[in-house]
């Protein structure tokens, strides 16, 4: 349903050219020229849908998320709030998909991107993992597997090379931010920020 001609903080701007056949999105999302948001899907405050994206029935997005242009979001898929998904980011659902199967709901591997991840221009990322918290994928990425949190991955298939900050700098060799500086240290193969040193 189309709602305002004009963007405004308490209300969702659906551009004219753009297509919102969802009741649940929530104020000041903006979406631009050419997106489609079915309904029965979710999208929460403060978002930003870019030209040509589209959100299917059953997919979630949270709050404060950067859709940018042509990013594709189907049934199953949760991203969280602060996300930043970049130009041309594909999601899968299904691992054997037909013409000819029609499958939906609990026969769809679900995927979840966590908050504050960021996934570089044109990442695919194959149905049925979990993108950690504040994850960065680098661009043309494919991931396969479950990515940590705060990890830094790239390739195909993504492979681990590193760490970044919740800033989303990489982390030196002493799992130090440059920019912040915030400082961390690896537990359990999870990175955890040291505080009050």
């Not at 001609?5 to 999105?25: N, Q």
């Not at 000041?28 to 899907?41: D, I, K, P, S």
């Not at 931010?177 to 955890?192: A, F, S």
Request: one cysteine or more; aromatic letters at 6%; charged letters at 20%.
């Amino acid at each position: 349903m189309q709602r305002l001609a004009t963007p405004t903080t308490d209300e969702v701007y659906v551009h004219p050219a753009a297509l919102c056949e969802s009741a649940d999105v929530g104020a000041g999302t903006r979406v631009w020229a050419f997106a489609h948001v079915l309904r029965g899907a979710v999208v929460g405050r403060d978002c930003n849908v870019c030209d040509g994206s589209y959100i299917e029935a059953g997919a979630i997005v949270g709050n404060r998320v950067t859709v940018k242009n042509h990013v594709l979001i189907f049934e199953g898929i949760t991203v969280e709030d602060d996300v930043f998904l970049g130009p041309g980011v594909v999601f899968t659902n299904d691992l054997r998909p037909r013409a000819h199967t029609k499958r939906a709901g609990d026969a769809l591997l679900r995927t979840t991107v966590r908050r504050g991840a960021t996934l570089g221009a044109g990442t695919v990322v194959v149905c049925g993992v979990t993108v950690g918290a504040h994850a960065f994928i680098g661009a043309g990425a494919v991931v396969t597997r479950d990515v940590a949190s705060y990890a830094f991955v790239v390739g195909n298939p993504a492979r681990q090379i590193g760490w970044v900050c919740v800033c989303g700098t990489r982390l030196d060799d002493r799992l130090t931010c440059e920019q912040c500086p915030k400082r961390y240290r690896v537990c359990d193969g999870e990175l955890i920020e040291m505080v009050g040193l």
